[in-house]
Nanobody, 128 residues
Framework: QVQLVESGGGLVQTGGSLRLSCAAS????????MGWYRQAPGKQRELVAT???????NYADSVKGRFTISRDNAKNTVYLQMNSLKPEDTADYYC??????????????????????WGQGTLVTVSS
């Protein structure tokens, strides 16, 4: 019942910036946390950043100090501000949401098992 749509990817030069957006729709009250993952060609998908419904954030060591995850509750959108981009940041970036299982909501759920949904991905390419 939750759908995610990413946007904002593109081609930038080393040192440039991009802002990715992830718009959520559907059963928004089920979302416990959201995050951004990335997958470079020939590599495994890796966690970039997460944000909980309470606003707590977490970042991969490789992006700390350069990337910022945030959310706009009024727009049901999560953002990833990427600064000081490097060629090694080149990857497909995917938005993820952890959902409380039905019939629970994020505020009523007390368990530890979650449903997951993923966006379609947006490509970020950083040229040297």
């Amino acid at each position: 019942q939750v759908q995610l749509v990413e946007s904002g990817g593109g081609l930038v030069q080393t040192g440039g910036s991009l802002r990715l957006s992830c718009a959520a729709s559907g059963s928004i009250d089920r979302i416990v946390a959201m995050g951004w993952y990335r997958q470079a060609p020939g590599k495994q998908r890796e966690l970039v950043a997460t944000i909980t419904s309470g606003g707590s954030t977490n970042y991969a060591d490789s992006v700390k100090g350069r990337f910022t995850i945030s959310r706009d509750n009024a727009k049901n959108t999560v953002y990833l501000q990427m600064n000081s981009l490097k060629p090694e940041d080149t990857a497909d970036y995917y938005c993820n949401a952890d959902l409380a299982p039905e019939p629970y909501t994020a505020t009523s759920y007390r368990g530890w098992e979650y449903d997951e949904v993923w966006g379609q991905g947006t490509l970020v390419t950083v040229s040297s």
